[in-house]
């Protein structure tokens, strides 16, 4: 669950640094526990591996989920394109620029969906935060509130090894 909650509380401004600390106490109480409290250092393993990869995709499952459902669709224009470099110059990173009906203009990245799918000048919806702490999630028309079925499937296949390693090293502790 503490796994979960690192990825969602990675999704807001500053709280990747408090997920972390979290993923990691995590990480280390399941190979602690499972490993040397209770003996079974392949449970112990398996565990700590899926709960690392858990929050990469809670987090924008969440994200995704919780901005499609709760969010407010803002019909919009995509004005530009284009590419930026990443923190350390080696990646390429799309970006997109957005004006929607108010007349705001909007700079997406890639964690909202933006990964160069868009042309300059197509009709885009936003789903905005009612809350405003989380940035926009842009989306093609007609703008589907369904989340990405792949990501809630492997987050629940995560969450459900981590569960079940553990539980079957609880089981059989030496």
């Known amino acids: ?21 979290v993923i990691l106490a995590v990480v280390a109480a399941a190979a602690v526990i499972a490993g040397s409290r209770w003996h079974r250092a392949g ?21 995704e989920t919780y901005i499609k459902q709760f969010g407010k669709r803002v019909h919009a224009v995509v004005a ?4 930026q470099q990443g923190v350390k110059g080696s990646t390429e990173l799309s970006v997109c620029r ?3 009906t108010s007349g705001a203009v909007l700079d997406l990245s890639q964690q909202q969906n933006c990964f160069g799918q868009f042309t300059k ?20 028309l007609p703008g589907e509130r369904t989340p990405d079925a792949l990501t809630l499937g492997v987050t629940a296949g995560l969450f459900l090894t981590v569960g079940g390693s553990l539980f079957y090293a609880g089981q059989r502790r030496r």
């Open 98 to 100: 957005v004006v929607d």
């Open 80 to 83: 530009d394109t284009g590419e």
């Open 1 to 21: 669950m503490a796994g979960l909650a690192a990825g969602v509380l990675s999704q807001y401004p500053y709280g990747m640094w408090f997920g972390v600390v």
């Open 121 to 140: 000048g197509q009709h885009v919806v936003l789903f905005e935060d009612p809350l405003e702490v989380l940035d926009p999630w842009i989306e093609d």
């Open 43 to 63: 449970a112990a393993t398996l565990a700590s591996v899926a709960v690392l990869a858990l929050p990469f995709f809670a987090g924008p499952a969440f994200y």
